[in-house]
Each structure stands twice: as C-alpha cells, then as structure tokens.
C-alpha cells in the first residue's frame, strides 16, 4: 500500500501557529516544509553515494522516511489555502492586502487558486477596515461569478463588508439586498452552492437595523417626517426578509429577530403619540408567535430593546418591571442595561417621590454588585433628585451613593465604576432642588470634584459641559431666589 504524506494535514497546525505566534511564523512554517521537501527530492534522486559520510547522512535521510512512498510539494493549492485561512482569522489591519499578496504569488507559480482560496481572500477584505473594502469585495465576487464559481461564502462575505464599512448604511442596505436577491434567483435556478443561509438574512437585515439606527440622529431635524418614514422602510424591508426567510425554509436564529426588533424599536421611539408603546406591543406579537413557532427564545440583547422602549414610550414602570421579572424566570440574567433601564423608567412615571426612590433601592439591590456600574447609580441618583424637594437627606444620599461608586473604582480600577459628568450633573442636580441650608455650598463642591477629576484625568467623559453647569447655575438661582438675594448669581 502507498503510503502518503500530505502536508495539508498541517492546516490545523498552522492555523494554530498564525493565531498564538503570527501569520509572519506561519509562513516560516511553509518555509520549513518547502526545505523539507527539497530535502526528499534530493535523497530520492541520488543514485549513487560513494563517501562514507555521504551513506551515513543518507542512511539519516531514509529512517525519517521509513514506509514514505511519496511526499505531496509543500506548496500546493492546500497549504497556500491554510495560510490564507490564518489570515482570515486575523484582526490586523494590513491582513487583507497580505492574503492578495498570496493570491498574486498562486497565481504567477501557476498554483491554481481554488474557490477556497478566492473565499479566505474574501473574508480578509470583509474583516479590512480600509475606505477600499466594499470595492474589492465587488471585484472579486463580479470575478467569481464570471467564472461560474461562486458560493454562499462568497456572497456573504460581500454582505459582511456592506455590514461593517458602507459610508451610507441606507445604500450599503440596498445594496446588500440586491446580493440577497440574486443569491435567491441563482438558487431557484438550480444552483444550490449559493443558497442562502441564516447569517445571509441575518446580515442584511441588520444593515436594515444601521440604518434605521443611522436615520434617527437625524430626527431633530426639520425633515423629522422624512426620518420617521425612512425608518418605516427599514422595518418593512426587515419584515419582508424575515418573511423570505421563513418561506425558503432557512432557519432564523436569535440575531435574525434582534435585526427586526431593533428596526421596530426605532420605528416606535420616534412615534409622537402618548401610547406609543401599545403600538410596539401590538407589533411585536406576530414576531413572537414566529420565534415560538422556531423554537427561539429571546436573549439579552433583545430583553434590552425592549426594556428600553417600554421605559421610554410611556408604558407603566411596573411593566418594565414584571418584564424583568419575566426575563430572570426564563433563566435569561439581566446586566446593568436592564436594570438602567427599569428604573428609568420609574424615575420617569408619574408615581410618587417616595415610591419612585423605593422601587429604584430595591432594583438596586436586586443588581449584583458587579452589574452596579456608574449607569445604575446614576439612575438612582436621578430617583433621588424627584426626592430631594420634599426631603432634605435625598441629596446626601445621592452623595455618599456617588461616594461609594467612586471608592469601587479607586480600589477596583474597573471602568465600569468610574465616575462619569454625567453622574456628578445628577448629584449637582439633586443639590440644586435641596431645601437644605448648605445646598449651594454642596453643590459647589461636586462642581469642583468634576473639575479636579478632568484635570488630573483629561477624561473627555469627566468633561465639564453645560449639563453640569447649567445644574450649578440652577443650584445659584434656587440659592439666590430662597435668600433674596440676587448677587449670588
């Protein structure tokens, strides 16, 4: 029997080697392996060995070959292919030109790329973070589909590149749409290499979803009614893809809904009825009777879409938090976000000052400590500035709440803890609305923490922006106007 050694059996070796120690090792590999190889031609072409040194080293030579009838060239189509597979999985930023460098080389040794090649060229330009990235990608897949040997692969790393580096998210969608809808029509054609599958829908719908999240900056605008219909649009095209999806049997998974519910999202949050939150409740029931009908359960992403528009479209804090309460049964943990979010959402309801500070310390403590981040005590600050009119510790709660958080952070270095401007505009704020005597003098204080930070840390998040300010300037105002006497300010 001819025993064979094949050096594609190093691929997963190589790829190993390219991810711990650099794709410039994974190529001294290959190096390696040619030297190898050179080294087996030489002994088998030697016909006759007349020095005693000479038939010692080909004595060597034979008992690393024992039973080895032949040895495949190192630099086949298969290795090439393995490097280039590295390179895929790479991050850095001159990769892709690197893997067409390899091509090119394949190209002039007359070593035959392969679609397996073409496709690791292809993901290297969908991963490049250069302005050239969507060009290329079109080139080689145009290239491809003349040569009658396009896949799924190919298509998707298009899409993939669309996703991450179009300039105009709304074209990059149209775009990415049009690649879906020749993929399908190759497919119904007969050709079953490039049949879509679940991370071709899931990509071009959320294109749709950057889109839709790329149009509501614009919603102050004088053409808020343009944006509120471009987002519409986005919502439509999710939906109908979503639709197409179901009908060629390809199966949704969790992203696939998280695209379409953050299109619906946008679509609600900027909907100027009162009750805009029935309206994304009403829509969102025929997305869940299709995930239950697919057997896919929400995750955590998804929980915080939808935390976040009830709690900010005028739904009742209590149903945020049974929402909550919903989500830790199906065993899916909230993070900071959710818990945020909840008691924003009291803080923004209607409910009494002493029942929005209770409902914000028990959704506190329920977080764990390492979920209480700067967000989470920054929401229960601004619960306690409802407070503090009516009770003059509200404010020195807030403080010694501020306190502790930045104690976490000094002993902790987590970024996740540190203070932020915002969080010191909110104890300035509480401050302000204080009916204590030293109120003005606290609220100075804070002021002056926030400087102090931002000079020792030249943070632009502790910088001192006219949110802070304009709460010192109340807390002057208010000082000024309770002692009649308008030179404080």
Same mark, same amino acid.
């Given at each position: *029997?001819?025993?064979?050694?094949?050096?594609?059996?190093?691929?997963?070796?190589?790829?190993?080697?390219?991810?711990?120690?650099?794709?410039?090792?994974?190529?001294?590999?290959?190096?390696?392996?040619?030297?190898?190889?050179?080294?087996?031609?030489?002994?088998?072409?030697?016909?006759?060995?007349?020095?005693?040194?000479?038939?010692?080293?080909?004595?060597?030579?034979?008992?690393?070959?024992?039973?080895?009838?032949?040895?495949?060239?190192?630099?086949?189509?298969?290795?090439?292919?393995?490097?280039?597979?590295?390179?895929?999985?790479?991050?850095?930023?001159?990769?892709?030109?690197?893997?067409? $460098?390899?091509?090119?080389?394949?190209?002039?040794?007359?070593?035959?790329?392969?679609?397996?090649?073409?496709?690791?060229?292809?993901?290297?330009?969908?991963?490049?973070?250069?302005?050239?990235?969507?060009?290329?990608?079109?080139?080689?897949?145009?290239?491809?589909?003349?040569?009658?040997?396009?896949?799924?692969?190919?298509?998707?790393?298009?899409?993939?590149?669309?996703?991450?580096?179009?300039?105009?998210?709304?074209?990059?969608?149209?775009? $990415?749409?049009?690649?879906?809808?020749?993929?399908?029509?190759?497919?119904?054609?007969?050709?079953?290499?490039?049949?879509?599958?679940?991370?071709?829908?899931?990509?071009?719908?959320?294109?749709?979803?950057?889109?839709?999240?790329?149009?509501?900056?614009?919603?102050?605008?004088?053409?808020?009614?343009?944006?509120?219909?471009?987002?519409?649009?986005?919502?439509?095209?999710?939906?109908?893809?979503?639709?197409?999806?179901?009908?060629?049997?390809?199966?949704?998974?969790?992203?696939?809904?998280?695209?379409?519910?953050?299109?619906?999202?946008?679509?609600?949050?900027?909907?100027?009825?009162?009750?805009?939150?029935?309206?994304?409740?009403?829509?969102?029931?025929?997305?869940?009777?299709? *995930?239950?009908?697919?057997?896919?359960?929400?995750?955590?992403?998804?929980?915080?879409?939808?935390?976040?528009?009830?709690?900010?479209?005028?739904?009742?804090?209590?149903?945020?938090?049974?929402?909550?309460?919903?989500?830790?049964?199906?065993?899916?943990?909230?993070?900071?976000?959710?818990?945020?979010?909840?008691?924003?959402?009291?803080?923004?309801?209607?409910?009494?000052?002493?029942?929005?500070?209770?409902?914000?310390?028990?959704?506190?403590? *329920?977080?764990?400590?390492?979920?209480?981040?700067?967000?989470?005590?920054?929401?229960?600050?601004?619960?306690?500035?409802?407070?503090?009119?009516?009770?003059?510790?509200?404010?020195?709660?807030?403080?010694?709440?501020?306190?502790?958080?930045?104690?976490?952070?000094?002993?902790?270095?987590?970024?996740?803890?540190?203070?932020?401007?915002?969080?010191?505009?909110?104890?300035?704020?509480?401050?302000?609305?204080?009916?204590?005597?030293?109120?003005?003098?606290?609220?100075?204080?804070?002021?002056?923490?926030?400087?102090?930070?931002? *000079?020792?840390?030249?943070?632009?998040?502790?910088?001192?922006?006219?949110?802070?300010?304009?709460?010192?300037?109340?807390?002057?105002?208010?000082?000024?106007?309770?002692?009649?006497?308008?030179?404080?300010?």
């Amino acid at each position: *029997m001819t025993q064979v050694i094949d050096f594609s059996h190093f691929n997963r070796s190589l790829g190993q080697v390219a991810s711990s120690y650099g794709n410039e090792e994974a190529r001294s590999v290959i190096e390696s392996m040619e030297r190898m190889y050179t080294h087996y031609q030489s002994m088998k072409n030697s016909t006759s060995v007349r020095s005693k040194r000479k038939r010692r080293l080909k004595r060597k030579k034979e008992s690393f070959f024992v039973g080895v009838d032949v040895i495949l060239e190192p630099t086949s189509v298969h290795l090439y292919n393995a490097l280039l597979k590295s390179y895929a999985k790479s991050r850095d930023d001159d990769v892709a030109l690197q893997a067409e $460098a390899i091509l090119y080389t394949m190209q002039q040794n007359e070593k035959h790329p392969n679609i397996e090649s073409y496709n690791c060229v292809l993901e290297c330009w969908s991963n490049y973070r250069g302005e050239d990235r969507v060009l290329r990608t079109q080139e080689l897949l145009s290239f491809l589909e003349k040569s009658g040997i396009a896949t799924t692969q190919s298509y998707n790393s298009v899409i993939l590149s669309y996703l991450r580096g179009s300039t105009n998210a709304t074209r990059g969608a149209i775009f $990415a749409t049009d690649i879906l809808d020749r993929m399908e029509s190759f497919y119904l054609s007969g050709k079953d290499d490039v049949m879509p599958n679940s991370l071709s829908y899931t990509a071009t719908i959320t294109c749709w979803a950057n889109a839709a999240s790329t149009a509501s900056r614009y919603s102050q605008s004088l053409y808020r009614h343009r944006v509120r219909k471009q987002i519409k649009e986005c919502l439509n095209q999710s939906l109908t893809l979503l639709h197409r999806m179901n009908q060629l049997g390809v199966q949704p998974n969790v992203r696939t809904y998280t695209s379409v519910v953050q299109c619906l999202a946008w679509k609600v949050r900027y909907n100027s009825r009162s009750d805009a939150h029935v309206d994304f409740i009403r829509q969102f029931q025929p997305i869940l009777q299709s *995930m239950k009908r697919n057997q896919v359960k929400p995750n955590a992403v998804m929980y915080g879409i939808i935390l976040d528009v009830l709690g900010k479209c005028g739904a009742h804090p209590r149903q945020c938090d049974l929402f909550l309460k919903t989500m830790i049964r199906n065993e899916v943990y909230p993070n900071s976000f959710h818990f945020a979010s909840t008691i924003n959402s009291f803080v923004n309801s209607n409910l009494s000052e002493h029942d929005i500070v209770k409902h914000a310390f028990r959704l506190f403590n *329920m977080c764990p400590p390492e979920y209480r981040n700067n967000v989470v005590h920054t929401s229960v600050i601004n619960a306690l500035a409802k407070l503090a009119s009516i009770d003059k510790l509200a404010a020195k709660n807030a403080t010694v709440l501020h306190n502790s958080m930045i104690s976490s952070y000094n002993r902790t270095q987590l970024v996740d803890f540190k203070p932020t401007t915002l969080s010191f505009s909110s104890v300035i704020n509480c401050w302000s609305k204080s009916k204590s005597k030293n109120s003005l003098e606290m609220a100075r204080m804070t002021y002056n923490d926030l400087e102090r930070w931002y *000079m020792k840390t030249r943070d632009p998040e502790l910088f001192v922006d006219t949110v802070a300010t304009n709460a010192l300037m109340d807390a002057l105002a208010r000082s000024a106007s309770k002692h009649n006497n308008l030179a404080l300010l």
